[in-house]
């Protein structure tokens, strides 16, 4: 690190635009060994390339459980706090809320502790300040967990539906309706319709006909949060396998509108897509999270790995969204989004990782695009 003048750091590689590329050297934090300790004062330090499921099956081992978990287990800690990834809840905020100090190596080979109020500044940062090494995280006492699916629910209200339980997502191709599937803490009542659309009480091993056989299980069977929490297994191929992600935060009280905006272009993006996930996110206070400040609707899309997704399906629906102020998630792809116009601490952010880094190690093509460093 020391001898290096251009570096970025690597974890599971679930991102889908170039902001691990670097012309320098690209370090994998994969590689080193998973490292979990869980301290009696209800945190846990964790290697920042472990696994949310690695972590996950040694917290639940110590009786301990995180506030909420992304749809994949598969993904790095370092990896998703960097880039402000979340899972789903009207009172869930990203997965970075719960850092309360890391650890980074420094453009001079430095280790160098962020603790207190510099982790709102410095958790969402892109790996465009140093190699992060180690995050301690916030921990609460375990917890059981049922997943609900409701099919058929009409598009045009789901937005009503997301505090049916702790966490919410609405899958879709807009076609007019949603499967909502609705994850809820025990010891609880489950409704058995939502907005006219029933319970299904049988554990489908599926989301789409694109997406079989790598799903956790439904049907209202009990488990423990960290086999309910997540859409997908730990021991399977996440998702299809093979696609493009993008994905818009928008406000929270926009929501109807602007599901109602996508649904107006759905008949021209289908054929490039693979499904749509809707979720709420709560509003934090990290510099550079996608739910900065306001609660929020996040409106995710899976793409087919093709031209037409790229060209057409992408921007289409960051140009549709764009009229409620969207923020693109910083690690998926998206095309054209004005950031200084709805990132509030962007110049804030971009002149503080200057000044941490000025040999601007860190820096790339990618981040000094998305405004996150200054130009060369």
Do not use: C
């Not at 301990?64 to 869930?92: C, E, F, Q």
């Not at 966490?167 to 803490?185: H, N, P, Q």
């Not at 599901?259 to 996110?281: F, M």
């Amino acid at each position: 690190m020391a001898r290096a003048t251009a570096v970025r750091a690597l974890g599971t590689r679930h991102t889908f635009n170039g902001l691990a590329d670097s012309p320098g050297v690209l370090l994998d934090l994969t590689a080193l060994p998973d490292r979990v300790d869980v301290r009696d004062d209800g945190t846990v330090a964790v290697s920042a390339g472990t696994t949310f499921g690695a972590l996950a099956r040694e917290l639940q081992r110590h009786g301990r459980a995180l506030h909420t978990m992304g749809s994949l287990p598969h993904i790095s800690v370092g990896g998703a706090v960097a880039t402000g990834t979340h899972g789903s809840g009207d009172r869930a905020g990203a997965l970075a809320t719960a850092v309360r100090a890391f650890t980074l190596v420094g453009p001079d080979g430095a280790l160098r502790e962020v603790a207190g109020a510099d982790v709102e500044a410095q958790a969402v940062a892109l790996g465009s300040i140093g190699v992060v090494t180690e995050l301690v995280l916030a921990t609460e006492p375990t917890y059981q967990v049922r997943q609900d699916v409701y099919r058929g629910l009409p598009v045009a209200g789901v937005h009503e539906a997301f505090g049916v339980g702790d966490s919410v997502s609405a899958f879709t191709r807009w076609e007019g309706t949603a499967d909502l599937w609705v994850k809820t803490r025990l010891p609880a009542d489950v409704p058995d319709e939502v907005l006219g659309a029933p319970r299904d009480p049988v554990s489908r091993d599926r989301i789409t006909d694109e997406i079989v056989g790598n799903v956790t299980p439904q049907g209202g069977e009990p488990g423990p949060w960290h086999e309910r929490l997540p859409h997908f297994r730990h021991d399977a191929t996440p998702s299809n396998g093979d696609e493009i992600q993008s994905e818009f935060f928008v406000d929270r009280a926009d929501a109807a509108a602007a599901i109602a905006a996508v649904a107006a272009v759905g008949h021209r993006i289908r054929e490039h897509l693979v499904v749509s996930e809707l979720r709420t996110v709560a509003a934090d206070r990290l510099w550079l999270s996608m739910a900065h400040g306001r609660d929020s609707l996040a409106v995710h899309f899976t793409w087919r790995k093709t031209a037409g997704a790229r060209e057409v399906g992408i921007p289409l629906v960051g140009e549709v969204l764009a009229a409620f102020g969207a923020r693109p998630h910083w690690g998926k792809a998206h095309a054209g989004a004005d950031l200084a116009a709805v990132v509030p601490r962007l110049a804030e952010a971009r002149a503080l990782f200057d000044a941490l880094d000025p040999g601007r190690v860190f820096s790339s093509p990618h981040v000094e695009a998305l405004g996150v460093r200054s130009g060369r």
